[in-house]
């Protein structure tokens, strides 16, 4: 990946993105799977079709699954972003303290840049997947060893990951704050020290918070979204909110655009990044296409990830809430997220001729008057 930008600014990362974007439009134009008629325009990959409006679509993987000839082929051919589903996690990475394990997230970062792929760091802090060393810390040694894995990791791949889950599910339902380990050793203030930290170490990766149960607007969603208008108002280093979005058919998605769009406005970049629905058939298709189009009618919103594609391989063992059978066909879901990625407007460098915009930024980093991150 041609991370080579010296701009730490989300312009910087935009032509990441768009240079991702043109290598997935002209390879599929040379091979004529994009049908052009008029203005219409059809792709007929997952990643291709979110390429067309600046979008990614990727996808957790198990990169000890790469050897699997099915698995590679169905990866390569539909996505062009991947997560490590756990190998970058703290108990992956730093399994004794100060010895790093890289193994499995080089394996994947590799296999994405030889695919032309983006890739989304999961997790730097996180309460639940330490490593047993991690758990019996108290106060300043924790806080030390937090700084020193976030240091270790994300300076290793520096330059190679496009966006981080800095900070994983810290929030209960009720807005407030986790009574982890890191929250009760550490403060309030242990979040922002690790945004700090990141951003130190990797000032081009889009930095971000992810948590689950934000499907809406409602307590914890609240909770983060204050969270996130202080560190703004302040300067802390964040880029973007992730929603990961394990839902079942019936979810209520009444508010998931109006949340998405909220939080876009305050000016993050938001992404949805673990999305999985269970059940099956059309009830399950309809979910998927409210939450694809969702993402499409938001402009800050920058991507859709799934948690696996296929079912053979999902944590929730006994649904099947992905676009890929266990055979790896394409599920009847899988042709609801693609008509709604090619329904998007498509993406473009300025405005569009009846001056609404056309990049999937907000429009202050388009304009160059964020002032977040700013350097
Ligand atoms: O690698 C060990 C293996 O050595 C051991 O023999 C085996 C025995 O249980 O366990 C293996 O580790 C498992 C690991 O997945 C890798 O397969 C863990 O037990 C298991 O707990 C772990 O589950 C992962 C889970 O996070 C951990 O909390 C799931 O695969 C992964 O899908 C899930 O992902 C999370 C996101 O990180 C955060 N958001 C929620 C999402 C779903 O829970």
Request: hydrophobic fraction near 35%; charged fraction near 20%; charge should be negative.
């Amino acid at each position: 990946m041609s991370l080579t930008s010296s701009s730490p600014t989300p312009r910087g990362r935009r032509r990441v993105r768009a240079s991702v974007a043109a290598v997935a439009t002209v390879g599929l134009a040379a091979t004529g799977v994009i049908a052009f008629s008029g203005t219409a325009r059809a792709a007929d990959t997952l990643g291709a079709a979110a390429a067309e409006s600046g979008r990614y679509f990727g996808t957790a993987i198990g990169p000890h699954l790469l050897g699997e000839a099915d698995y590679a082929a169905t990866l390569n051919q539909e996505f062009n972003s991947v997560v490590a589903e756990n190998d970058m996690k703290w108990d992956a990475t730093e399994p004794s303290q100060g010895q790093f394990n890289f193994s499995g997230g080089d394996r994947l970062v590799e296999h994405a840049q030889s695919q032309g792929m983006e890739v989304r760091g999961h997790t730097l802090v996180w309460h639940a997947q330490q490593p047993g060393w991690v758990q019996g810390l108290t106060g300043d040694s924790l806080r030390q060893a937090m700084l020193d894995h976030i240091d270790g990791v994300a300076g290793h791949f520096a330059g190679q990951i496009d966006s981080w889950d800095v900070v994983n599910e810290a929030f209960e339902w009720d807005g407030s704050r986790r009574q982890s380990n890191l929250q009760q050793q550490l403060g309030d203030g242990w979040i922002e020290e690790a945004f700090r930290a990141a951003d130190a170490a990797d000032p081009d990766a889009t930095l971000c918070y992810n948590d689950y149960g934000t499907d809406g607007i409602n307590a914890k969603s609240d909770g983060i979204y204050r969270m996130v208008e202080d560190f703004l108002a302040r300067g802390v280093p964040i880029d973007c909110v992730g929603f990961q979005s394990h839902l079942d058919s019936n979810s209520d998605l009444s508010s998931y655009q109006q949340n998405l769009q909220r939080f876009a406005d305050l000016g993050v970049e938001v992404q949805i990044t673990e999305l999985d629905i269970g059940g099956s058939g059309s009830a399950q298709a309809n979910a998927y296409r409210t939450v694809t189009e969702a993402c499409v009618a938001v402009q800050g919103c920058a991507g859709i990830t799934i948690w696996g594609f296929t079912d053979k391989y999902s944590w929730r063992a006994d649904d099947t809430p992905l676009l890929f059978d266990t055979n790896y066909q394409k599920k009847e879901a899988y042709g609801a997220v693609l008509d709604a990625l090619n329904a998007a407007a498509p993406a473009g460098d300025g405005d569009q001729e009846d001056g609404t915009a056309s990049s999937y930024l907000p429009a202050a980093w388009r304009e160059g008057t964020s002032t977040h991150r700013a350097t």
